[in-house]
């Protein structure tokens, strides 16, 4: 078994990350397996070196290591590049020039109801959509939309099934009409970036060989779309593993601003490894 952890070194990690780093780590090493590290730092304008370097020191702290080196996003633009040609090549991609405003705009208008939630946000209503595929060499900074529509025709498939264990152990199925209403077609490039979380963390989860991928249940509905795009770029799938969310006390989910809960806040008061591992409820 290898298993990930896959932090953005845009903050401080807290409880929540301890929770889902420790959950991967103790799912490999129940079996001999190995725990690997993958800094996602694809958003260079957010990303501190800071903060990675925070990272390690945490995750060290906690009693965790990675034996192979770690994964860097922002090394790995040529992997993203040759997923996208890929796609663009089987005419599954197209160009996007939609403001987030435009969108909202779009969904606003009285005959289309209110809009569903993918996730990436609202689901997008395929303004630029084209009627046949986009010919050419691949733009390179642009906006690029997978063509679910598209996408699941070349897959040719009405449902897909992957394994879960965690939360929601067991066979999960997913059907073709929900990627189409609750996921839609999903933006692969961002400007400026040159690739997305959801074609980076495919396919760097296929380069690492990673056989189960942990991470919170606030992905699940990542994941049903993450299984589509392994598909498309002919990558195994790996078994998932969603965890509850660390809540803070009022129920709220951990977020990276959430600096109270912050692990290096809490070494820093005193408290050990052990009691992070209680606080979680490991
Ligand atoms: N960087 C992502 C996060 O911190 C990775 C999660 C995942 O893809 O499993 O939420």
Redesign the pocket.
């Known amino acids: 078994m290898r298993t990930?952890f896959?932090?953005?070194p845009t903050g401080p990690l807290h409880l929540g990350?301890a929770f889902?780093a420790l959950v991967a780590d103790d799912l490999a090493q129940a079996v001999g397996g190995t725990f690997l590290l993958r800094i996602?730092d694809i958003d260079q304008s957010r990303a501190r070196p800071e903060w990675e370097a925070q990272i390690y020191d945490d995750l060290r702290w906690l009693g965790l290591d990675w034996p192979e080196p770690v994964m860097r996003q922002s090394d790995r633009m040529d992997a993203y590049g040759q997923a996208l040609d890929h796609l663009w090549a089987a005419g599954l991609l197209y160009p996007c020039a939609c403001t987030r405003r435009d969108i909202a705009e779009a969904l606003s208008a009285p005959q289309e109801g209110a809009p569903a939630f993918g996730p990436d946000g609202p689901i997008y209503p395929g303004t630029c959509r084209p009627v046949t595929a986009p010919g050419g060499p691949r733009p390179r900074d642009a906006v690029l939309r997978l063509n679910m529509s598209a996408a699941l025709a070349h897959l040719g498939a009405s449902d897909w099934s992957f394994t879960e264990t965690g939360i929601n152990a067991g066979p999960t199925r997913v059907a073709s009409d929900h990627l189409l209403t609750h996921v839609g077609d999903v933006v692969l490039a961002r400007r400026g970036m040159g690739t997305s979380?959801h074609l980076s963390?495919v396919v760097d989860?296929a380069d690492q060989g990673i056989t189960q991928?942990?991470?919170?249940v606030d992905?699940a509905e990542?994941t049903a779309f993450h299984i589509v795009l392994q598909d498309l770029l002919g990558l195994p799938r790996p078994v998932y593993h969603h965890h509850c969310l660390i809540r803070d006390a009022k129920g709220k989910r951990l977020a990276k601003r959430d600096d109270a809960r912050a692990i290096a806040l809490y070494r820093a008061e005193g408290r050990t490894p052990a009691d992070i591992r209680r606080m979680v409820g490991l």
Do not use: I, N
């Open positions: 990930r896959a932090p953005s990350h889902s996602e979380y963390v989860d991928v942990v991470r919170g992905l990542a």
